[in-house]
Structures are given as C-alpha cells and as structure tokens.
C-alpha cells in the first residue's frame, strides 16, 4: 500500500517506535468497509427472511458483476490521479454496437474481437488526448460522456436493439459449479487486474505517478505509456460491462449505463481509492462495489423508498471519506 | 375517444377549405416546429414520424427538435425559447415538466404562435389543444388487465401485486400510477405489497424487479408504467422462468416487449397512439394558424394489445409505425 508516510523521521528511536505502533493502527479503509459490510448483511439477514437465500445471494453476485468491472477498470485512472467520466457511455456505446453485430446475425465470436477493439481504440483517444494534449482528463472525459452517448443514440436510432442469439445467455443466466458465470468473469478479471497493479511493473509505475507524477517521470518512468495503458484498460473493460449488460438484459439498450461512472467512482473511492491518486486497490474496489449492490439489494427486500437509498448511498461515500481522512490526520499527527 | 378525434380532424378539414377554396393549397412556406421530451426514444421517433407523415400530406416544412435527455427540463426551454425567436407558422411540443414549460408556452401564444401541446401537458391554458393519451385511463386498463389475467390463472381475483415507476416527477407517469391503484380498489382481493421507482436505467429495471420476486414468492401480478420497466421485469420473469406464473402488464412498446408478448411472458401491452400526436398534432398547427378553434382536449386513445391481437393489422402500425395505415379520412 502507498500508505506508508512518504518520509521518515529522522529523529531517535523512539520517533521510530511511535511511526511503528502508529502503523500499527491504522487498518486499511477497505477493512472498515468490509466490516461495515458484514454488518449490513448481518442485519439484512435478520430482518429479510430472504436475503441469506441461495437465489438471491446468487441475483446479487450477477447485479454486482458489470458494476464491479467498470469499477476496476476506473481504478487505473484514479490511482494515477486521473478519472474517466466515459466509462457508462463507453459501455453504451459498444453494448449497442455489439448487439447491433449480433442482431445483423455476426457471429459472437467476430463481434467479441470487434468490440474489445472499439473499446482499446476509445481508451487510446482518451489517453492520448490527455498525455498528448494536455487537456485535464476530467475534460476530456466529461467530452467522453457526452460524445460516446451521443453516438450510441446516433447509431441506434435511439431505440432498443432485440433478438440477440440464444447463446448470449450461456453468460447472463448460467453457472459454473453453482456460481453464476458473470460473476466468475468478474473475479477472473478482477484477479487479472490485482496482479498487474500489485506484481508488475506497471502497476507499481501507476502509483508511483499517481504519488507524484513529476518524480515518477525523473526516475525514468515512461509516463505517457502508463497514463495510455491505463485509459485503454478502464475502456476495455467498460466494453466487457457494455458486453455483459446486453446479456444479461437481452437486448442492447442505449440508456444502459447512464450513471455507471459515478457508482463505479463511488464503489472505488469506498474500497479506499483516492481521487488525488497513489491509492486504491482492486479488492477494495471489489468491497464497495458489493456494499453499494447490497444496499440495493436491501433497500428492495425491506420495501425501503427508492429514495430513501439514494440517500443512504450518499451519506455513505461521505462518512467513508470522512473516516478515511481522520485516520490520515492522525497518522500525521503522529509524525 | 376515436370519435372526438375525428370531430377534431373534421374541423380541420373544413377550417382549411374555408380558408384555402383551392383543393391543392400552398403550404410550402409553412414551417411546423415538432419539440418532443427527447430525441432518443423510440416513443418519441414514432412522434416525429406522424408528424413528417403529415407534412409530407400537407407539403409543409417541419423541424425536429428536442433535448436527449427527459430529465433535461432546461434543455427543452431553451429549444422552446429558440423557436419562439425563429418565428415558426405554428409549435407542436411535449412538454417535459408542466411547470417548467408552462411561462415558454403562453410567450409563444402571446407572441402569435399557435402551440399543440401532446403527450403531456403544461400548467397553463394558452394554448390550442391538448392533444394525448389519457394516462389515467390506460392505468385503469392496465389493472383491469391484470385481474382478467389473473383470474384466468389462478380462478380468483386475489394475491400480492407490485408495480413499478421508471421515473420520479413525470405527470404522464404519476397519473398511470393514480389509474391503477384508483381501479385497483375494485379489486379488493389484490393487495400492493411492492412498489420500485426507477432512474429509466434498464439495468436498475431488471434488478428491481428480480428483488420484488425474491422478496414475495407469492407474486400474482406485476404493473410496469413505461416500456424501461416492462422489458425490465419481463427479463426477470423470463429469467426465473415464471412468465406462466405472474401476469405481467407494462405501459408502452419496445421490441423486446412485442417478443416477450409473443412469447407469454407480458399478458398485455397499453399501446399508446404516439404517430397520431405527431400526424394530428401538425395537422392541427397548420389550421390553428388558420384560425380553426379546437376543444381544449383531444383524447389520442390507448389500446390493450395481447398475444391474441398483437398480429392483428389494426395494432400493426401501433407496435411499427412504419407499418401505420392511415384511415381514408386522415389520409390523402
């Protein structure tokens, strides 16, 4: 974690030891969440006889699936202080295209390639764009947003696109030894995506640039393919969340998507991402992801107002950010 | 209903003869402004489809317009505002929020435009006609719908029903809501035990609905009020393989829908009569702007299309307006 104080006291021992206990005490914000979590499901389960019930831990695991996978692929952005407000439009976009291939009779196994393609080349117009450029990549993104929707009405004609093949439903509707398959794509990308920021390269550079991005670029690191590979991967994988909505809803919709940015930015900063950069993990990702689908979840088994949930979901980002800073300012007090 | 429409269309007829004796009349520097509550919606293309229908049958210019967004109010006072300025021979507009448009609708009568409010109205009186469905009544259709289908299901009106809004804050939506529950009260063995407002996110749709069936095995029926939900919860049926065991009725038409009708999964669409509100609707602008009076509502008419009529020619051109057939009077 990029948790560690970036300088160390110069002063005795005991400076050291107090650094250490305080190190000691200060748990990763997705641990708070995840707890929090546990709780909520806790007292789900005592209040809604059928929230711990096979079917609908199974609903939840496909409802939390696409939203999980846009937010990963924002967490790259965001770690290297970065954001991409086009993912929802980007995940519309060729969610459409690709149920428009499919409803022209293309074979899923030409339309797939094509898509990811289509996505890769969006994340390279929005890394170039803000490397190349220099255009703030909150612009270039909100263009994203609007532009990549807008293209999406274009193309479709603003309608739906019906009479996808029966083997899209191999992926929304079935399950691998008992779990839903969306769900293992989504763990399967997650575990792919953990790896890279952990054990790589690359993903050491993202947070060295999302830390500081001027040392980053003296110790040599190649800045520009970074930031590129970065939108590509939060591109490619809205392409798959546009992919998997058109399963799983069966049709390809060009409202799907509206808003995907932000619970993706939400789920990310709540599993312990910071929007200033150099922090955030997959697994914390994964966490609020998973909060924000049970809140869901709950809100509809207890018969709680729609309304009523939004707001909850509001309160929550706030308290978790607010949590999260306490623990960085007392961490600074320490030293 | 059909019966007043014609009235209305008779009226016209002869308004423009009195005002044009020549059968073959010039309309070609008429300019009809159409602003619906977004361009992106096949309910609203269907609306502007009626409309250069007509102007194809008038031989006058139409515009086009409207924002991308329903929730975009701003948006569609501008475009209203925009076209005030630009002088057009008359406006036809769906009004997104009946406040909001109210002020921009009574300037362009002020300023001599004839204005056709459709689909959904705007809190003031200075305008032409009201020209739309009467939600009301397709809510109170939708729940008799339900019992029917019921009924034939389980041998009695009775059971746990829920229904499901796309969005918050919408006339045309509430007044759906307020027919079904109004005409539910007849039905005293069926009781409400689930209601879910949406954001008309397809996905939210479907998850909505899929935790209404968790949370009530026991479901008999579901009311979707727009085509976002209907597809939404038809998925879910669908996907839980319970399309034979809860009657499922949803407002408006999607391509999805018209399958899931075919397929069993809906009992029965409320079809709305968007290609008459565009094709009526600039009809009646041009012979406003010829001084014809109108009444001050005209009902466009709801249908209840179901697996026993959905092929029927008569609901054709309602679920494809490519396939609308004009009837001889409104026809050249």
């Known amino acids: ?335 | 209903m059909k019966k007043l429409l014609l009235l209305a269309a008779a009226t016209v007829g002869l308004g423009l003869t009195a005002q044009a004796p020549a059968r073959a009349a010039d309309f070609s520097k008429a300019r009809i402004d159409v602003i619906v509550k977004a361009t992106t919606s096949q309910y609203w293309a269907t609306v502007f489809d009626g409309a250069r229908a007509a102007a194809k049958v008038l031989g006058l210019q139409i515009s086009t317009l409207g924002a991308t967004s329903e929730a975009d109010v701003a948006g569609e006072v501008t475009i209203m505002e925009n076209a005030i300025a630009s002088k057009p021979t008359a406006i036809v507009i769906a009004a997104t929020n009946a406040a909001a448009l109210a002020k921009p609708i009574a300037h362009a009568t002020a300023a001599g435009i004839p204005v056709i409010v459709v689909d959904s109205d705007a809190n003031t009186s200075k305008y032409v006609t009201f020209l739309a469905t009467n939600n009301h009544t397709g809510g109170v259709k939708a729940a008799d719908e339900l019992a029917r289908c019921i009924k034939a299901r389980t041998g009695k009106v009775a059971g746990q029903m829920a229904y499901l809004t796309a969005l918050a804050g919408a006339q045309s939506l509430n007044d759906r809501d307020k027919g079904f529950l109004d005409e539910l009260k007849k039905y005293p063995g069926l009781k409400i035990v689930a209601h879910r407002t949406g954001n008309n996110d397809p996905a939210r749709a479907l998850t909505d609905s899929e935790d209404i069936l968790t949370r009530n095995p026991h479901l008999v029926g579901i009311f979707a009020d727009n085509e976002i939900e209907g597809d939404g919860a038809g998925t879910a049926l669908s996907e839980k393989n319970l399309g034979s065991k809860v009657c499922l009725v949803s407002f408006d038409t999607s391509s999805e829908e018209i399958n899931f009708v075919k397929k069993g999964v809906i009992d029965a669409l409320i079809v709305q009569n968007p290609f008459m509100m565009g094709y009526a609707g600039v009809w009646y602008a041009l012979a406003a702007a010829h001084g014809v009076v109108f009444p001050h509502y005209v009902d466009s008419g709801v249908s209840v299309v179901t697996k026993a009529n959905i092929d029927s020619p008569a609901m054709a051109g309602l679920l494809n307006p490519k396939k609308y057939t004009l009837t001889p009077f409104l026809g050249e």
């Not at chain 1, 748990?27 to 096979?54: K, M």
């Not at chain 1, 846009?70 to 770690?79: K, Q, S, T």
């Not at chain 1, 954001?83 to 074979?107: N, Q, Y």
């Not at chain 1, 550079?205 to 991967?233: D, H, K, P």
């Open chain 1, 1 to 335: 974690m990029a948790s560690a104080p970036a300088t160390t006291p110069s002063g005795p021992a005991v400076a050291d030891e107090a650094q250490a206990s305080s190190l000691r005490h200060r748990l990763p914000v997705e641990i708070y969440v995840l707890g929090f979590t546990v709780l909520v499901w806790v007292g789900l389960g005592v209040f809604s006889r059928y929230f711990l019930t096979a079917g609908n831990i199974s609903n939840m695991m496909r409802q939390v699936s696409i939203d999980a996978i846009v937010a990963f692929g924002e967490l790259f952005p965001i770690i290297l202080a970065g954001i991409d407000l086009s993912v929802g439009s980007v995940a519309a976009l060729t969610g459409i295209l690709f149920a428009m291939m499919l409803a022209a009779h293309l074979p899923v196994l030409l339309a797939l390639p094509l898509t990811v393609a289509l996505g890769l080349l969006i994340g390279l117009i929005n890394g170039l764009a803000i490397d190349r450029l220099g255009i703030p990549a909150f612009i270039v993104t909100l263009a994203g947003l609007q532009g990549f929707r807008g293209l999406t009405y274009l193309v479709s004609g603003g309608m739906t696109v019906a009479g996808m093949p029966s083997s899209l439903d191999l992926v929304a509707r079935t399950s691998i030894a008992g779990i839903p398959t969306m769900f293992v794509l989504m763990a399967v990308i997650g575990l792919v995506s953990h790896f890279i920021l952990r054990y790589t390269r690359l993903g050491r550079y993202c947070y060295a640039i999302g830390s500081n991005a001027e040392s980053a670029r003296r110790v040599g690191i190649n800045v520009t393919q970074v930031t590129l590979v970065c939108y590509c991967i939060a591109a490619l994988f809205a392409a798959f969340a546009g992919m998997l909505l058109v399963s799983r809803l069966t049709m390809g919709n060009p409202n799907a998507g509206v808003g995907a940015e932000l619970q993706a930015i939400a789920a990310a900063v709540v599993g312990g991402a910071s929007l200033f950069g150099g922090r955030g993990t997959i697994l914390g990702c994964f966490i609020g992801s998973v909060l924000f689908t049970t809140i869901g979840n709950g809100a509809n088994l207890l018969g709680v107002s729609s309304f009523w949930q939004m707001v909850i979901e509001g309160l929550l980002i706030a308290l978790v950010v607010y949590v999260d800073n306490i623990q960085k300012k007392r961490q600074a007090g320490v030293r």
